[in-house]
């Protein structure tokens, strides 16, 4: 059947050396030997017993068994418009399977500095690409172009996906787009995404609730849209709960000085957790009262978050993902 489709699928896995890279070829693959197999023979059944995906992909094969899932859809997608997809906090394996779909689908993605490496290998190979990563200080397309472009692609015709790190509504800027394409009378889809708090948290040992630590969990940006961090700090700083500040590693000095002046003690413990989910994960645990040294003498920089609460504590007990 490969040498029909002109694939050498070991070959194919040879070419990329890093294993997140590998795991998204691996998906990439199940769509392509699907869309084969059930072209050829009109039977699902014949998909599921593939040997050469049994192992990798195999949480979403069978989540696709399951569902009944018609992947020979990939190839319909509906011209003019746009699907605003959360491409999770990072190793492909956490993306959803409509987020898998759309990718391999669409005529033209959008996508973020935050999209796991690997991820952007399923697209075709003869998809438009556009890069509009932001970082620190450093915006590759201003919001308002972002917004216009989609607008833009969806105009010509094109089946249009943005992707988003994590979930496009957390903190994703993904509702000022939508609005946007609202205006424009486009049409649209979101897909939610694994948001990075659940994922890097779950691969860090950090359980963001607990009945013996945490009867709450907070999402809080730390760095507004003004670029203050005139946060609700009396609501922030209670105890008996956990908050994950995103963006929040430039400003870590003055969120911990506020947490400790609106009552949380000094030893409470906070942690930072970097690049997580993915093979190069870095987790570096603290107190409030040490965590800005401790930052500036690892030369940790984003992307990172910042998480507060003694659910910290656990970390050393439920790390699973990290090498010692």
């Known amino acids: 059947m490969f040498a029909r489709l002109n694939l050498s699928p070991l070959r194919i896995l040879d070419t990329y050396q890093s294993f997140s890279a590998r795991k998204a070829v691996c998906i990439q693959l199940f769509i392509t030997t699907y869309n084969y197999v059930n072209s050829t023979f009109g039977v699902y059944q014949t998909f599921i017993d593939l040997p050469l995906l049994a192992d990798t992909p195999s949480r979403i094969r069978m989540a696709a068994q399951r569902q009944g899932l018609r992947m020979n859809k990939l190839n319909t997608l509906e011209a003019g418009k746009v699907w605003l997809v959360g491409a999770g906090p990072g190793d492909p394996e956490l993306l959803t399977i409509k987020a898998a779909r759309l990718i391999a689908a669409a005529d033209a993605l959008v996508y973020d500095h935050l999209v796991g490496a690997g991820i952007m290998d399923m697209a075709r190979a003869d998809a438009r690409l556009i890069y509009a990563g932001k970082e620190a200080s450093k915006h590759t397309l201003p919001q308002d172009s972002i917004n216009d472009l989609l607008v833009k692609l969806a105009r010509e015709g094109l089946s249009v996906v943005r992707l988003k790190g994590g979930d496009p509504f957390i903190f994703g800027r993904g509702g000022e787009e939508l609005e946007t394409l609202v ?142």
């Open 183 to 324: 205006a424009s009378g486009i049409p649209f889809e979101v897909v939610p995404g694994v948001t990075a708090a659940a994922g890097c948290a779950a691969y860090a040992g950090f359980p963001l609730t607990h009945r013996d630590h945490a009867q709450s969990v907070t999402f809080v940006t730390g760095h507004l849209k003004d670029g203050t961090v005139n946060l609700d700090w009396p609501a922030l700083a209670r105890s008996r709960q956990t908050v994950v500040f995103y963006m929040g590693i430039g400003a870590a000095e003055e969120i911990c000085r506020q947490m400790i002046s609106h009552g949380l003690p000094s030893m409470t413990p906070a942690a930072v957790i970097r690049n997580g989910t993915q093979s190069e994960q870095k987790t570096l645990l603290a107190t409030l009262g040490t965590l800005p040294h401790r930052i500036a003498e690892s030369a940790i920089t984003p992307p990172a978050l910042i998480v507060v609460g003694s659910v910290v504590s656990l970390h050393e007990k439920l790390s699973w993902f990290e090498k010692p």
